[in-house]
């Protein structure tokens, strides 16, 4: 079974400009949460799509936005980037009646 | 919403030492509470969890207690080897709810 698969792993962006991250859960994983890593902060939570819908939200501004298609695919997209948008962001997916949330490799986005 | 506040920040020992990693929480709704150890370069990945309904549990080296009453658990690792050395994350996630909330993780490091 693949795992959780995020692209594109390395990505370096100008401020201002925006950015969209690709996340593939493992087959049958309808639940597709979205983290935010940064050294001292651990893994900050973005937001969680099911279906299609996006389920839940944490604390970050209206320009980190995501979607979710209906093959369970995600994308997150960060608009006007800012310097303090580098970070390692991680997607997880989690399968129904499964406790166990299972991450991607992540993308390492630095803002220049 | 979940607060998990998780301590030390940073852990350095002996190869051959124990190493305890303390957690707190503060929804009495969670009721399951992960490990995740993140090696430097990779995704996160669980190693050990534990159910509201268990006091302890363990898997070889390492093993997780939890405290209801307090809101704390705990991760134990014994004998610590240097492959030990890695960031650590506690988590707790409310029975209703696929999105666990994680503290800001504990780098620990097993000097040989």
């Known amino acids: 079974k693949a795992g959780v698969t995020q692209t594109p792993r390395y990505l370096i962006k100008t401020r201002g400009q925006q950015v969209t991250l690709s996340c593939s859960p493992i087959?049958?994983?309808?639940?597709v949460s979205w983290y935010q890593q940064t050294p001292g902060q651990g893994l900050q939570f973005l937001f969680e799509?099911?279906?299609?819908?996006?389920?839940n939200k944490g604390n970050f501004p209206g320009r980190f936005s995501g979607r979710q298609f209906s093959n369970s695919r995600s994308e997150m997209n960060v608009s006007t980037l800012e310097l303090g948008d580098s970070a390692l962001y991680l997607c997880?997916?989690?399968?129904?009646?499964?406790?166990?949330?299972?991450f991607g490799q992540g993308t390492r986005l630095t803002v220049v | 919403g979940e607060n998990v506040e998780q301590h030390p920040s940073t852990l350095s020992v002996q190869e051959g030492d124990s190493a305890v990693i303390k957690c707190t929480y503060s929804?009495?709704?969670?009721?399951?509470f992960p490990w995740y150890k993140q090696e430097l370069g990779k995704r996160p990945q669980l190693i050990i969890d534990?159910?509201?309904?268990?006091g302890e549990k363990k898997d070889q080296r390492i093993a997780v207690t939890l405290n209801k009453t307090a809101k704390h658990f705990s991760l134990h690792i014994t004998e610590t080897q240097p492959e030990d050395s890695a960031v650590y994350f506690c988590?707790?996630?409310?029975?209703?709810?696929?999105?666990?909330?994680f503290g800001r993780g504990t780098s620990l490091i097993v000097h040989p």
């Open positions: 997880a997916s989690i399968g129904a009646g499964n406790t166990e949330a299972f």
């Open positions: 087959s049958g994983h309808r639940s």
């Open positions: 799509y099911f279906s299609e819908t996006q389920r």
């Open positions: 929804d009495s709704a969670s009721n399951y």
């Open positions: 534990i159910r509201s309904n268990v």
């Open positions: 988590a707790a996630r409310e029975g209703g709810s696929y999105i666990p909330t």
